[in-house]
């Protein structure tokens, strides 16, 4: 059974720190992760990927670690900015399961002024 | 706009009775996929297509469910004899066939029922 999870439901940050954001998954049959940004009422926009050969994918603020020995990956934001406040999910896509991806349960990101 | 289009985007039922939403992906995709997703969870898969063939359907879409994507474009989500359980936000996204591609998702249909 593949599972990907965020443990932790919520998260707050200061304005200008680094914001991290932490996924785990139960086995390692997944092509690539990514990371979703939810804000209420509407749908996940899409942040950035890593694919499972790679180790680190960063793109402005955003930068994904993967750390496949550990099952874990983590999303650093920084600086942390007050619109970044939002539901965060990690996603697994599992290899050859034409994309149908696997999210955690979301973290909630509270980055104060 | 030429991202992935939803609609309705709120729908209040009585239990019983039929729903039906439509989405639009963006318009090179092939793949469109739907989603479920109730509060404090994530998005949980449906179904999906490739092109106008349905390749998968998840253990959650019950005989009530049934989706279409005739000519492969568009799509329609239909929610037959609703149950209070239905009520979540049903979630369409889209994306290229090759692996690796992002998948775009839609703003999301609410559904409630009452």
């Known amino acids: 059974d593949q599972q990907v999870k965020q443990n932790s439901p919520s998260l707050s940050v200061q304005e200008g720190r680094i914001s991290i954001l932490n996924c785990d998954y139960t086995n390692s049959m997944f092509d690539y992760f990514l990371w979703y940004k939810k804000y209420p009422a509407e749908g996940p926009t899409f942040l950035i990927s890593?694919?499972?050969?790679?180790d680190k994918n960063e793109d402005g603020r955003f930068t994904v670690f993967l750390n496949k020995s550990a099952k874990h990956l983590s999303l650093h934001i920084v600086p942390s900015q007050p619109g970044d406040s939002a539901v965060y999910f990690c996603?697994?896509?599992?290899?050859?399961?034409?994309?149908?991806?696997?999210f955690g349960q979301g973290t909630e990101l509270s980055v104060k002024p | 706009d030429t991202g992935v289009s939803q609609d309705p985007r709120h729908k209040i039922t009585k239990r019983g009775q039929n729903v039906t939403f439509r989405c639009d992906p963006i318009s090179e995709h092939n793949r469109l996929y739907w989603y479920r997703q109730t509060l404090g969870q994530g998005p949980e898969f449906l179904t999906y297509?490739?092109?106008?063939?349905?390749?998968?359907k998840s253990r959650l879409l019950s005989d009530r469910f049934s989706a279409e994507r005739p000519k492969g474009s568009f799509s329609t989500l239909e929610i037959q004899r609703t149950e209070q359980g239905d009520s979540a936000m049903y979630l369409c996204a889209s994306s290229l066939n090759d692996a690796g591609n992002t998948i775009y998702f839609g703003e999301g249909s609410w559904l409630t029922v009452v």
């Open positions: 297509f490739q092109n106008e063939a349905q390749l998968e």
């Open positions: 890593i694919s499972s050969i790679k």
């Open positions: 996603a697994g896509d599992p290899i050859n399961q034409g994309g149908k991806l696997i």
